[in-house]
Each structure stands twice: as C-alpha cells, then as structure tokens.
C-alpha cells in the first residue's frame, strides 16, 4: 500500500526555488538537470501525482491547473487541507510544470475547481483512507476509533503523524473513486473566506510575474511585427540600427523578424528603429461591412444545438411573430501587462517559463514548432498578468522558444503594448438570427435562431504566430468550437431549434475570451427573450418563470433575485429631464447544465449624449457547493465589471491590413467612475458538486444592459458595443419612425414571490466584511 | 555611445545605475538594473499606470519619464513603501480587502492612492475613483480597491 520508494523531494525543493525567484542561485542549474531526468509521477489516475508528503509533515499540492488571478491556489489547498485534515499553511502548491503536475487539462472554461478540484479532492480523500489504515495497524486500532486533526492521527493518548506514516515515500496508489468524502457538516476550512495567499506579495512588490522573471545571462529579444497581417518579409536593413548599443543579432526566418539585445532598452529601440520592407497585403474586409462578410462566409457545416418539436411549422402558424438580428463585436483580452516568456534551449532540450493556461498543450505546440520531441520540452507555468482566455502568452513563449533555439542562450521575450493589442488572438465576432412566435393567448409556440461563427476544427490550441511567420509546422484549423455553447435556451418551449453556422473564415485568429460564445450567445437569447415578453405583455420575471417550471433551482434563484433587487416591475423608474432610468432582468444556466445566475441591471441613459451609465447590477449565483466565497464574490464582481466594459465600449478597429486600436487610447475600457455598485446573493449549497464561477456571471451582463436600456426608452440595442453613437442613432431613429418612445403597459408580477418554501436547502453565505469583523 | 553612470536616490539610498541611452525611461533602470519588479510595465505610453512611482512624492508614470530628468529627485517604488518589513496602511488595506484578482496593476494602485492619500486626509468615494480614474484594472477589482483605498484612510 505505501511503499517505501522515496520522492523526489531535494529536486522539488530546488524547483520551488526556481519558481519564486528572480535572482537565481548557482544550485538552479543541477536542479534543472535533475529535472531533466526526473521521472515524478504524472498519471492522472495516481494519487502520487497530486499529492506528496515530506518527513517533516508538509504536503505538496501538484496541480495542473493553474492559478490565473482568480485565487484558485487558495481555494485548491482549501479542499487538500480540509479533505486530509492538515493545516492550509501546511501545503505548497507547484502547478502547470509539464514534468512535476497531471495533465489536467487547460484552466479555462470555469472548471478548475469543477474538474481539477474535484480531481484533487479524491486524491487527498484516498490519501486520506490509506493513511488512517495504516494509523490502524501501527496503533493496532480499528480505524472507526481514529480521527485526524493537523496531520496527527489520534485515538486517545496514542497518535501517530502523517510525517511518520508517508514522510517522504510515494503512495503507490490509484484514485479511489469510492474514497469516503468528508461530510460537508464538519467542513472547517471549505466554504469559509479564508484570504488570499498570494495577495500580501502582490501588494509589496516580491511576487514575481512570468514578466519579472528572467535568468542569468539571459538575452532581451523583441519581434519587428509587419506593417500589416499578411505581408511577406523583402529585405532587411541592419545598418539601420548600427550603432543601438548592445544587439546582439537580427534574426531572420522567412517572415518571422526579431532583434536580441544585451539590454532590454537596446532591444525595444533596435526594434523601433530596424527598417525592413515587407509587401503590402489588404486581405481583411472592410470593417463597415463587417456583418454582411459574415453573414457571406462561406459555411463548413451547421451544428443543431437543439430541437424539439417543429420550430418552423410553427412559426408559421403562429399569431404573432417577433424577429430580431444581435450582433457583437471583435474583442480583445486587453491583459493589463503584454505577454511574456523566458526560454532556454540546452542540449537539445527547450525550458520554457509560460504564463499560459494550458502548458501541457503548450509543450506540445512547441515540440511540433521545433521539431522535438515532447519529451525534449518542460513547460513550467508562473502566472503572469491576467489573460481571461488564451491571448498571446503562447505566442510570446514561441518566440522566445525560437529566439532561444537560435541563438544558443536564454532568451526573455517581451510583447509591447501595440502588440498585445494588434497581435493577440481575438473574440471572434458573433451574429445571430432570431424569430419567436406567440400564438393567441401570448404564449410562446416557437423559437429558433441561427448563429454566425467560426468552425472550431482547431480544437484547444491557437496556432502559434511564430511558427507560422517562421514557416515551420503550425497546427491547422481554428478554435475554439466550443462558443456555441448557450446557443440553446434554458426554456421549454414546445418548438425549438437553434443552429450555428460555422464559418470556414474569420478576419483575425479567433480565440477564447471569459465566457467564450456562452456571453455572446446569451446576451442573444436573453435580450431577445425580453423583447418576446413585451410582445407577450409579460413581466420579464413572470416570462422566465412560466417557461422554468422543471427547474427548482433556476426558479428559486430568480425568486431570490426579485428580492435582492427589489423588482417592483417594469419601468418603475422615473425618468426626469434628459436622463432616462430603466432595469433589465437577464438570466443564465451555465451551458445549460451548470453554474445558474440572475441579475438585474439599473441604467442610466442619457438621450442627448447617448451615454449609458450602469449604476447597479444585482446578481444571485447558484454555483453549488462554494469553496470560499470571498474568492467566488471577487470573481463575480470582476464579471460584471469587465463585462459592463466590454459591452458599453469594446470594439477591435481595423483597416483592410491591420488592426488599428492598439493601445488604451482607442481601445477604451471602463474607468474607476464608470463601475457599477454590485449587490450579490451568493448561494452556497455545500452538499452539491461544486461549479464554476470564473465565466458564468459575465454572461448576464450584456443582455441585462439592453433590457434595462429598452425599460429606460423604449429603445432595443442589438449591437454590442452601446455606444453613444448607436445609442443616439437608435433614439433618432425611434422618433423618426414615429414610435413613442415608452415603455409598454406590462402586467405585474403575477406569482407567488414566498420563497420560505424552497426545495433545496440553501444559506447565504456570510457577508465577507462581517467576517473580517 | 559610451555606458554612463547616472546616480539615482531609490527608496532613500543611492544607487547608480550604468546605462548607454540617459534618455531610457526610469522603469528600466528600476526593473532591470536595480532589481525592484514592483513597478511594471504595461503600455510604455502612460495610459495604464502600472509602472507608477512616486517622485518626491508625486505619482509618476516611470514608463514615459526619461532617466535624464530624474536628476536628484527622491524616487520611492512599491517596495519602498515597507521597507521596515512592515506594510504600509494602504498595503494591509488591499489585503483586508482582498483587493486584487491577477494583481498585475495593484502596484499603480496603491502608489497612485498613496500620493492621493498623503495630500487627501479623508476623501469620499468620488474623490477615490476620480483619483484613481487613469489608472487601468482588467479583471474588475475596482470597488475592492475603493473599498481598500477608503479603509487606508480611516
């Protein structure tokens, strides 16, 4: 059961060093040759991959998952320290080292806890079990008599430690899916805000970004990108920057064009100042006529996301239609540091220093590049600047992979800011179709969409822009295909059908951005649900509910919700003078199978500047069981701002050849003044499965925005971004036609709002500033 | 062009930093040659305020301010602000607060409040986000920066 072979403990402790540190000791080098040759268990199915204990009591959490600024690490330790019964500050955590963590896939898609935890959680679970067993035979206790407490196991005056009983030796043991799970009864450490770990080094400066980290010697380089997307390299003028102290070399292949510096200065300057001529290339299309170009891509294949009934029947039966095109635009993740990577290329074999959220598949994406084999590259993560999807860390670690490669020494690759803004990958743009039929009685009879996207051949990887420029293997197809989740609605209609179109072509590499397709495809369905509902002469609440039967938690979460934001009906805000109020009700079930939240959004809308102020979002979220709800509450508030941003001002400008809103200047976001308060019903349900809350609340924002920006003026926004110009161009267009532009007489709520009588036991979670005392 | 010593005053010592370009902005010589990773770089235009630190106590964007015009000015850096091992009030405050998610452009944040703060005894929530209204956040942290901001103050 426990065997006696020893860890790899010294390696792990000299690779703890090299994770944390700037300044390097001379030891790091052995360590990487150790790590070299290493061979720690790494099999998802083996309870020695997650987790170690040494001969002094602490555990080691092996996650590969990573940490991207959401607090994961802390809530991952959470479950260890509560399912093995050791104190939090017992555990280290390493993540996202391609030799020493499990491939447990990406961290995206809100499922780190969801998977990745859950994963961890029957590790420690059987971990857990094997030890007590052992505690039984060296006691010579049944272990029913045994309990745990700070990695002591005890019964009475006898007790032995984990320390004795692992220290030091692997487990040998497979993941027992039938290893008892703790009560959630007697949970001391899972559902309790405990605080961040990685905030105080945050505040004082000694964590260390993948931007701050660098190795000895290690050279500066910085990529001349082209002119434009699609141009071919001609010739270069190196004595264009003669005389920039300490360039080291201007490297060449094909397209891909960089300069490595001894300084970083020298670096930056020699790739402002290198001259080159490339060829002209105007392959994008005109960015006026963005939704006619989608609209006339050529399709590779429909995907049918659902279907019941006999949706175009009937429609065309029905008493009254209602139809609607949404569209959103092209969006960039706009971290907040550009991309970053170290490399180093050494004996055949490539280190690689990545920011990025999946660097399993990174490895193999640079193997491929380079032509090695996957053994040959170690992809070890540190968090960098936060991405919200895959933006251009991977691209930035190809780089730097090539330079490294090249040149023989370490190299540090630094993305500018008119990079990270031009280059990244983007949010692809969306469109949807939407038709509803309402028969006599205003009862929905039918719904059906049609979506505009990219196909998503490419599965899980972007292809890398060096490889590509460098004319060396690159992976073919784009991604992702997974943003037709939430194309089909949480509703039972009795005729539906929603198909997505996939596109064989996209202006720009498409990309995952936080709740990718899910916001876009939601905004859709929910913004066009409330125009359903006027139409029907419904409560927007009312709506949802008479169409939500089947779904306890869906109907009390939106019960909780009328409470939480007073919802006292439609257009129960005054409007006075020039500035008109309104509220917008939205509502989302994660990919329809998980993470459920409601909100309600409160606008302003000025009809003379067209500017839209989001003054209030109220939010209830149902994600299950919450492991810290601090860290939950963060997330959901980092939701509703970033998207209050990317739905008010966000748009990816471009000409024919380039895209041309490369810096914070015309790609705005929103500012301190322009954030929303945020009220938040946090429901904790500690013996459901667990969900994830890093997407799902930014799904609801645009749709709320829009319906609230209709109950304000009567006036439907169906293109993300609002800005002042569509918002004007919409009123102006509203009188113009001669419609009043006020809101429908709607009924008022017409249900019973008691929710004393839920069918699942729910408790709010503790108001974190009360915590704190 | 010949490397040049330029002599800065850091976080109340001397430090003299050799560099080719006099013209180079501080947040290299800050980062590269001396080693202090708090600041960071964000845009290299002024925009964001992530490289942002104090010059005889002014909030400063180290990312566009030439080594050249420093001259004897007393710069002091995020790291600067707890020298003593100890937090400062606005550092502990953004831990009560749990103010960041990535953390990336935290060290904008508290040096710009920091300066807003030495000269703005007790200011209200408006005056917070208008001190703060050029400094960029991502991941959607700002009301707990208000929040750690207000309690820094009181």
């Given at each position: 059961m426990l065997s006696g072979k020893p860890t790899r403990r010294e390696f792990l402790q000299g690779t703890g060093i090299l994770i944390v540190s700037f300044s390097l000791p001379s030891a790091f080098k052995s360590a990487l040759a150790q790590a070299a040759n290493s061979s720690k268990i790494v099999a998802l199915d083996e309870v020695d991959a997650y987790l170690a204990v040494d001969a002094t009591g602490r555990v080691t959490l092996y996650s590969g998952k990573v940490e991207l600024g959401t607090g994961v690490s802390t809530a991952?330790?959470?479950?260890?320290?509560?399912?093995?019964?050791?104190?939090?500050?017992?555990?280290?955590?390493?993540?996202?080292?391609?030799?020493?963590?499990?491939?447990?896939?990406?961290?995206?898609?809100?499922?780190?806890?969801?998977?990745?935890?859950?994963?961890?959680?029957?590790?420690?679970?059987?971990?857990?079990?094997?030890?007590?067993?052992?505690?039984?035979?060296?006691?010579?206790?049944?272990?029913?008599?045994?309990?745990?407490?700070?990695?002591?196991?005890?019964?009475?005056?006898?007790?032995?430690?984990?320390?004795?009983?692992?220290?030091?030796?692997?487990?040998?043991?497979?993941?027992?899916?039938?290893?008892?799970?703790?009560d959630p009864a007697n949970y001391k450490i899972v559902g309790k805000p405990i605080l961040r770990e990685d905030i105080p080094p945050k505040v004082t400066g000694e964590f260390t970004y993948v931007q701050d980290f660098n190795l000895p010697g290690a050279l500066h380089g910085r990529i001349v990108r082209p002119p434009t997307i699609g141009a071919?390299?001609?010739?270069?003028?190196?004595?264009?920057?003669?005389?920039?102290?300490?360039?080291?070399?201007?490297?060449?292949?094909?397209?891909?064009?960089?300069?490595v510096a001894e300084s970083e200065w020298g670096a930056i300057q020699a790739a402002q100042k290198l001259k080159a001529n490339w060829s002209d290339w105007q392959g994008l299309p005109d960015q006026s006529k963005l939704w006619e170009y989608v609209r006339a891509t050529k399709i590779t294949k429909d995907d049918v996301t659902s279907n019941v009934g006999d949706a175009d029947k009937a429609l065309a039966q029905a008493s009254k239609k209602i139809d609607a095109t949404?569209?959103?635009?092209?969006?960039?993740?706009?971290?907040?540091?550009?991309?970053?990577?170290?490399?180093?290329?050494?004996?055949?074999?490539?280190?690689c220093w990545s920011a990025s959220q999946g660097p399993h598949d990174l490895r193999t994406q640079l193997a491929a590049m380079l032509s090695l084999k996957d053994t040959d590259v170690h992809v070890v993560y540190m968090e960098g600047a936060g991405c919200y999807g895959r933006n251009a860390h991977e691209d930035a670690a190809a780089d730097a992979a090539l330079l490294a490669h090249t040149m023989g020494r370490p190299v540090r690759v630094q993305w500018m800011r008119e990079e990270e803004h031009g280059w990244d990958p983007k949010g692809p743009p969306t469109l949807m179709d939407l038709h509803a039929?309402?028969?006599?009685?205003?009862?929905?009879?039918?719904?059906?969409?049609?979506?505009?996207?990219?196909?998503?051949?490419?599965?899980?990887?972007?292809?890398?822009?060096?490889?590509?420029?460098?004319?060396?293997?690159?992976?073919?197809?784009?991604?992702?295909?997974?943003?037709?989740?939430?194309?089909?609605?949480?509703?039972?209609?009795?005729?539906?059908?929603?198909v997505a179109h996939r596109?064989?072509?996209?202006?720009?590499?498409?990309?995952?951005?936080?709740?990718?397709?899910?916001?876009?495809?939601?905004?859709?369905?929910?913004?066009?649900?409330?125009?359903?509902?006027?139409?029907?002469?419904?409560?927007?609440?009312?709506?949802?509910?008479?169409?939500?039967?089947?779904?306890?938690?869906?109907?009390?979460?939106?019960?909780?919700?009328?409470?939480?934001?007073?919802?006292?009906?439609?257009?129960?805000?005054?409007t006075t003078g020039d500035v008109a109020r309104g509220r917008g009700v939205t509502y989302v079930k994660y990919e329809l199978a998980r993470t459920y939240v409601g909100a309600v959004a409160d606008v302003e809308v000025n009809r003379k500047s067209g500017e839209i102020r989001v003054r209030r979002f109220a939010v209830v979220q149902d994600c299950g069981q919450v492991i810290n709800p601090e860290g939950v509450r963060n997330q959901i508030e980092g939701n509703v701002v970033q998207t209050v941003s990317r739905t008010l001002k966000e748009e990816v400008t471009f000409d024919r050849s380039r895209v041309t809103s490369v810096n914070w200047a015309n790609y705005p976001i929103l500012t301190f003044p322009e954030v929303p308060e945020i009220d938040i019903d946090l429901i904790d349900r500690p013996t459901e499965k667990p969900w994830g809350v890093g997407e799902p609340a930014a799904a609801v924002v645009p749709s709320a925005i829009a319906n609230a920006v209709f109950d304000a003026t009567g006036v439907r926004l169906r293109s993300v971004p609002f800005t002042p110009a569509k918002v004007r161009a919409a009123l102006q267009s509203a009188s113009e036609a001669g419609h009043v532009v006020d809101v429908p007489q709607i009924a008022s709520l017409a249900f019973n709002q008691d929710i004393s009588q839920s069918p699942i036991p729910y408790s709010t979670v503790t108001d974190f500033a009360r915590f704190l005392g | 062009m010949a490397a040049k010593s330029i002599p800065l005053h850091v976080n109340g010592k001397i430090a003299h930093v050799s560099v080719d370009d006099p013209d180079m902005p501080l947040l290299y010589a800050l980062r590269d040659n001396l080693g202090l990773r708090g600041p960071h770089f964000g845009c290299g235009l002024g925009q964001c305020g992530a490289c942002t630190v104090h010059i005889d106590g002014n909030a400063v964007r180290s990312c566009v301010m030439p080594l050249s015009s420093v001259g004897k000015k007393k710069i002091v850096t995020l790291e600067g602000l707890s020298l003593s091992g100890k937090l400062a009030p606005i550092q502990e405050a953004f831990v009560s607060e749990q103010a960041a998610q990535c953390g990336y452009c935290i060290n904008g944040m508290i040096m710009q409040a920091a300066a807003f703060l030495a000269h703005n005894k007790n200011p209200n929530e408006d005056q917070i986000k208008q001190a703060l209204a050029d400094n960029l956040c991502r991941c959607g942290t700002h009301l707990r920066i208000v929040r750690a901001v207000k309690r820094a103050a009181t």
């Open positions: 991952l330790k959470q479950i260890v320290a509560e399912e093995l019964d050791v104190p939090i500050t017992a555990i280290k955590l390493i993540e996202g080292d391609t030799l020493l963590t499990p491939a447990q896939g990406k961290t995206w898609g809100s499922l780190t806890i969801q998977n990745g935890g859950v994963q961890i959680r029957q590790a420690a679970a059987t971990a857990r079990q094997a030890l007590l067993q052992e505690a039984g035979k060296r006691l010579g206790l049944p272990v029913a008599d045994l309990a745990v407490e700070q990695g002591t196991v005890r019964s009475g005056a006898k007790q032995v430690t984990y320390a004795e009983l692992i220290g030091g030796k692997n487990f040998s043991l497979k993941l027992d899916k039938q290893a008892p799970l703790k071919s390299l001609q010739s270069v003028d190196e004595n264009s920057i003669r005389g920039i102290p300490g360039v080291v070399k201007v490297v060449q292949q094909n397209n891909f064009l960089a300069v949404y569209d959103f635009a092209i969006h960039t993740h706009g971290s907040i540091g550009p991309s970053c990577a170290v490399a180093d290329f050494k004996d055949g074999k490539l280190t039929g309402l028969d006599a009685n205003g009862q929905v009879v039918a719904w059906r969409s049609e979506l505009f996207v990219p196909d998503g051949t490419g599965g899980v990887v972007v292809k890398l822009l060096a490889a590509e420029a460098a004319g060396l293997p690159v992976d073919k197809g784009m991604s992702p295909g997974n943003i037709i989740n939430n194309s089909a609605i949480p509703y039972s209609f009795p005729n539906v059908k929603t596109l064989a072509e996209t202006p720009f590499r498409p990309s995952w951005i936080r709740a990718p397709g899910r916001m876009q495809n939601t905004f859709c369905n929910e913004a066009f649900l409330d125009e359903v509902a006027v139409a029907a002469g419904a409560d927007p609440f009312d709506f949802r509910l008479r169409y939500l039967s089947n779904d306890p938690r869906g109907t009390e979460l939106l019960k909780r919700l009328i409470q939480l934001a007073k919802w006292r009906g439609r257009n129960a805000t005054p | -």
